[in-house]
């Protein structure tokens, strides 16, 4: 067993969207396995489009890490190499607090032992992951989708959006419709995720696509880009229906505030909005797991990978996602 | 019986907020019964803030009524002086369609036929008129309302505000919090209306009176007002606290939008925001009359009447209230 470890962190303190360049690769000392806990060797490493915002540290409230001294954060998956609790050495766990490095040590309360099956660990950061988690979230707690809904989900080529639609349509949508940039992306979303229309927002005559996707009206809409995206979603619903407010990606690195929500669209369309933050629901995984989990073996439930193969690749493949060039969930394999 | 009716209408279409002069009262052939419905000889006539934008054309996309020909908009009520349908004479009924007149005709199935008892008839035009709906709706169909909510309500002098509070009182919150331009209008609400407090927004500092009522959070709002007061509502929100969007009445003779409303504050406080349109709960008169008239003759539901002696006073009452400078719900009695 090595005693040493690899860690990506920053060089330096973050004052603009992160690039390649901004990072860098060190070796320390391996760490210890702690009294009730377990040391993980990760076998795959997440990269998360929020940790733009977070190295900034313009996520939640939360510190960005401290450059060349701690890791950039990312959940992981891996094996049990030592314990010194009741999970076995061998098994496979999920920990929210891995980052990018190949060990993590973590208590036993901040581990999951997942049981892959003859899936890849890696789905637990992607379509079993806290993407799925998101979209589970969305779909079936706050937008409650039932049979018969018309659902629209934009950057419906990222693991949430992907995913959301996936478990709309295994919850009884009527038609999924997705918006994402590009005409590689909308295939995706199309082919692999099953939607039945996906609108490239980069096409000409987009909104015009859109709008003939949407006639007749959505009843539901998930909202991962800006408010501008909700607003023409807004315009598109059916009486009564419901947004959920998940993410602004396209505002992450912007210092103006996003454009607000127009007050008399939601009233003149008796709309109902649901804001999503999906910490609150990591109690639920167990719940999320049973319904998804099934879906996923059944191949009802796909996300597209983008891996990065070691540490050493994280940071280009990083500074693809944060330019929106990344084709699924983006990953880290150790 | 007069042969003759009294009707107030604009003199000239409007492009202003309406001032007392715009408006004069003719004298018309009175209208004969309809086959298969009613001549309700009015008593009381509502007078109502959405009619100032209706006025103009901007309310709904309804037209503005025909300047010198058509009776300013109005709920009534009245007596059924002539029947040519299965309503006794004598009944007691409210109608939408009454418009600012001593007499109208309507069909059977565009009358109601209320039961006031003890009550005036005046309240089937505030506290279980249109306004006790719209608060009905909102608190007990919208938000759900239930035991130990703290409920925070704008225009909260207003009939829909008031009525909203004390439904909600009536649901088991445990806290209900008022705004209201001015302090006699927030005595009003305390001690008529029984709100735990009202904060008056032309206080100074009105902004800290409130952070201090709502310190703990606040789990419902109610909106009858302006983008501003709901941001700032969602400012002092629980978690998963819920909002309605009632109306926008500091925007309804504004020609510039009103603000958005700010996309993160919604996802930060996991807010849900349902826009309320009260036409679509016609059909819910019964279920609303059933709770609330019985709060309303226990004299746990009243709603304080600004009420104009007659058609030519009618006028004066109703710029005041486009002014908000009216005490309650503006009526006109004939």
């Given at each position: 067993m090595s005693t040493t470890m690899q860690q990506a962190v920053l060089r330096a303190p973050l004052d603009h969207t992160p690039q390649a360049g901004d990072f860098a690769l060190v070796e320390t000392a391996r760490p210890e396995c702690p009294e009730g806990g377990v040391l993980v060797r990760l076998s795959h490493v997440s990269m998360d489009p929020y940790v733009g915002a977070r190295l900034r540290g313009r996520h939640m409230g939360e510190a960005a890490p401290e450059p060349l001294r701690e890791a950039i954060p990312g959940h992981g998956v891996g094996a049990v190499e030592e314990s010194r609790c009741a999970i076995p050495e061998g098994a496979m766990v999920h920990m929210m607090?891995?980052?990018?490095?190949?060990y993590a040590p973590a208590l036993e309360g901040d581990v999951r032992v997942i049981a892959p099956g003859a899936l890849s660990a890696s789905v637990f950061l992607s379509a079993l992951g806290m993407p799925g988690l998101t979209a589970w979230a969305g779909m079936t707690q706050l937008a409650k989708v039932t049979d018969g809904d018309v659902v629209l989900i934009d950057a419906a080529a990222g693991a949430v959006g992907g995913a959301a639609g996936q478990i709309a349509r295994a919850r009884g949508a009527a038609k999924v419709i997705g918006i994402a940039g590009g005409a590689e992306k909308s295939a995706l979303v199309r082919e692999?995720?099953?939607?039945?229309a996906c609108i490239d927002y980069r096409a000409e005559g987009w909104r015009d696509a859109l709008a003939e996707a949407a006639a007749g009206g959505i009843s539901v809409h998930f909202e991962n880009v800006s408010s501008e995206i909700l607003t023409l979603a807004l315009t598109h619903m059916k009486p009564y229906g419901r947004a959920v407010l998940c993410g602004l990606a396209a505002h992450y690195h912007s210092d103006a505030p996003a454009p607000g929500i127009p007050f008399g669209l939601i009233i003149g369309k008796r709309a109902s909005l649901h804001g999503l933050v999906v910490?609150?629901?990591?109690?639920r995984w167990d719940e999320f797991l049973a319904e998804c989990q099934p879906l996923a073996e059944a191949g009802r439930l796909v996300i597209a990978e983008d891996i990065a193969d070691g540490l050493a690749e994280a940071p280009a493949v990083f500074e693809r996602l944060m330019a929106g060039r990344n084709r699924g969930k983006a990953l880290i394999a150790l």
């Open positions: 607090g891995a980052g990018w490095r190949d692999s995720y099953g939607f039945d910490y609150d629901f990591y109690d």
